[in-house]
C-alpha cells in the first residue's frame, strides 16, 4: 500500500473559509440584506421601529447596484466580506466629501457586517482592505461620522487607532428625531 499523498493540501489548498473582496453587481441584493439587518440591530434604540421595519433589502439593493456598476470615480470602491461564497458584510470607501477635506483625505462610508456573522473578523478585515484601498489611492487619512449611539462601532473603530478630531454634527432622521454623529479620524501613513 502506498503512503498517503501528504502534498495534496499543499497543492490544491482550500477555498479560503473568510475573505474580503471587491463588490461585483451581482452582489447588490447581499449587500442590501446585510445592510437592512445590521442597521437594525445597530440603531434599534436610536430610530423609529417603524422605519427601521421598512427597511427593504431590495431597496437598498438598486443602490449598491449603481454604486459597484458605476462608481463616481476611480478612489470609490465597495468591498464585500464573504464567509465560503455568502457575503456577510460590506464596507465602502470614496474620497471625503467634508468641507474641509483635502485631498489626502478618504471617507469610510459605511461598514456592515450582518449580526449573525459578528465576532469572526469580517469587520477587521473590511476595515484592513478599505485602507489598503485608500491607502493605493493616495490617501493618508481615514474619516468616518459615527452615530453618537453606535457604541460598538465607535468602539471598533476606535480599537484600530480611530479618534474624534471635534467635528459634530446633527442629521434628521425621517422620523423628525435627531442623531448626533461625531467624525473619527486615522493616519493611514505606515
Known amino acids: 500500500m502506498d503512503a498517503p ?7 490544491r489548498p482550500p477555498t479560503a473559509d473568510a475573505s474580503v473582496r471587491p463588490a461585483r453587481p451581482a452582489d447588490a441584493p447581499a449587500i442590501g440584506a446585510v445592510q437592512a439587518r445590521a442597521w437594525r440591530a445597530a440603531y434599534a434604540d436610536v430610530l423609529d421601529a417603524d422605519a427601521l421595519g421598512r427597511l427593504s433589502a431590495d431597496d437598498l439593493a438598486q443602490p449598491w447596484h449603481e454604486a459597484v456598476a458605476r462608481p463616481p470615480s476611480a478612489r470609490h470602491s465597495v468591498l464585500v466580506a464573504c464567509a465560503g461564497s455568502a ?3 460590506f464596507a465602502a470607501v470614496a474620497p471625503s466629501g467634508d468641507p474641509d477635506a483635502g485631498p489626502d483625505d478618504g471617507d ?14 469580517h469587520g477587521s478585515r473590511l476595515l ?3 485602507a489598503d484601498t485608500l491607502r493605493s489611492a493616495g ?21 484600530a487607532g480611530a479618534a474624534p478630531d471635534g467635528a459634530h454634527r446633527t442629521l434628521e432622521a425621517a422620523d423628525g428625531r435627531e442623531v448626533g454623529v461625531t467624525r473619527l479620524v486615522a493616519s493611514l501613513d505606515g
Open 139 to 159: 490617501v493618508t487619512t481615514l474619516r468616518a461620522w459615527v452615530p453618537d449611539d453606535d457604541t460598538a462601532l465607535r468602539g471598533f473603530l476606535a480599537s
Open 87 to 89: 457575503v456577510v458584510g
Open 128 to 130: 484592513a482592505a478599505g
Open 108 to 121: 469610510l462610508v459605511v461598514l456592515a457586517v450582518d449580526p449573525a456573522h459578528r465576532g469572526a473578523g
Open 5 to 11: 499523498d501528504e502534498t495534496a493540501d499543499v497543492l
